[in-house]
């Protein structure tokens, strides 16, 4: 039961957690595109940061196949 629950609370949050993630990546691609600010910002956790947001986009839209 804990667990039926602990799904129910994921999907339920689904909705706004891929919204958050269209949102990061609008930002990061703004980011990226001023390329200035951009090299001044990127580290290691940003790249990974990055990919992860991506990966996880993919997978929502059913890109990942």
């Given amino acids: 039961l804990e ?5 129910a609370r994921l999907i339920a949050a689904a909705p ?3 919204e958050a993630l269209v949102e990061t ?4 691609r703004s980011l990226r595109d001023n390329k200035e ?3 001044t910002l990127v580290t290691p956790e940003l790249l990974t940061a990055w990919d992860m ?6 997978q929502a839209e059913g890109r990942d196949k």
Avoid: G
């Avoid at 990546?25 to 990061?28: D, E, F, I």
């Fill in 53 to 58: 947001n991506k990966a996880a986009l993919s």
């Fill in 37 to 39: 600010e951009w090299y």
């Fill in 16 to 18: 706004a957690m891929y």
């Fill in 3 to 7: 667990a039926m629950n602990a799904n």
């Fill in 25 to 28: 990546m609008k930002v990061l």
